[in-house]
């Protein structure tokens, strides 16, 4: 008789079963593979625990049937919902800590069902979020003038990125800790040569980030156009030249998500050569 066991934290002794589970779905899984990928899974070093569940009974012992991660936000990865109920009841076990919840639209909706009694109400639910892949080179001509952030240009970029935040998320990233944090964050990509942007007269016109890199993928975020510049074209190109940098300069497979309800968004990105491989959805606290 084979039964789901609860879910537990997982180790590096698990380290081949959570890779496995990662590599066969690389688009899906960026966020939490280029965590892993980068530090392994002591939760001290990953910024958040990695749980897990297994099937005990006929199956080899070690295969992963449910993956979550579960650090400033919440990501289920795999599972049905016995495992999904069990990432509850170990999510229930503690105030809760992450901002958000995000991954694949089954599982995040799932777990949502079972957290919302005592998590909800969420400030919003994203139900229908396209995750879109391309691994070829982009079909729109990319912006010459798109490149890396420099260091020094954190306090020029940084207003741009805010804007960003607040129209994407709905929250001002400076509340709090007067933005220290997210100043943090995005000298972060900067400095590892993931933040990108196009300046004319010393202000951004067009932005975006590589959020997320594993060894395969790298999910973009963050796509922005400057208010008084929209409708030119600078998404489109911007957009195709982070595309390029990835594929051809870093040899990955380029990502993103993005609300099913932005078809703006959702033609440009067609329009750039990406294709549907999945279907996300994100809860916002």
Known sequence: MLRLAGARLLDERDGQAVRAVLTADPVASCMVASRVESVGLDPWRLGGEVWGCETRGLRPVGRLEALCF????????????????????????????????????????????????????????????????ISTPPATAPDPLVRPVRPDELDRYLPAAIAMFIEEVGVDPRVGDG????????????????????????????????GALSSAVGQIQGVWVHPDRRGEGLGSGGTAAVVHRLIDGMGRTASLYVNSYNSAARAAYTRIGFAQVGQYATVLF
């Open 70 to 133: 579960a650090g400033p936000n919440l990501i289920p990865l795999r599972g049905k919902r016995s495992a999904l109920q069990a990432f509850a009841e170990r999510a229930l076990r503690r105030r809760r800590m992450c901002s958000s919840m995000v991954g694949p639209a089954e599982q995040v909706l799932g777990l949502w069902s079972e957290l919302e009694p005592d998590w909800g109400p969420a400030r919003e639910v994203r139900a229908d979020q396209p995750l879109m892949a």
């Open 179 to 210: 933005g220290s944090g997210y100043r943090a964050r995005v000298a972060e990509l900067i400095a590892g040569g993931r933040a990108f942007a196009r300046f004319e007269g010393g202000d951004v016109v067009f932005k975006a980030e590589i």
